[in-house]
């Protein structure tokens, strides 16, 4: 087998690795526990927003500064909204 080969079959399992991993993480945030863990983190999001927004090390990156331009706390606090609402079972993700 050469080289090439060997990369196509390594790329295909990985893809196939990924969605099996992509639809067990749907699985596991449909079930009641997963519901539980998503409200949890999104209210702690919800929470921490203005502190997790000004923190320096956030602030220092190219990303931080990206959120502070965008609106900062509002953004987090919408994207903790969004996943505390977000429901597996219409398949969006």
Known sequence: MDPIEIAVELFDRAREVTQIA??????????????????????????????VVSLPVLRRTRLGKLIELAGGAALVVTV????????????SF
């Open 22 to 51: 992509v639809g067990e993480a749907k699985r596991f945030a449909a079930s009641e526990q997963g519901r539980k863990i998503r409200h949890n983190v999104a209210t702690g999001l919800i929470v921490a927003a203005p502190a």
């Open 80 to 91: 903790a909204e969004k996943i505390r609402d977000w429901s597996p079972e219409e398949g």
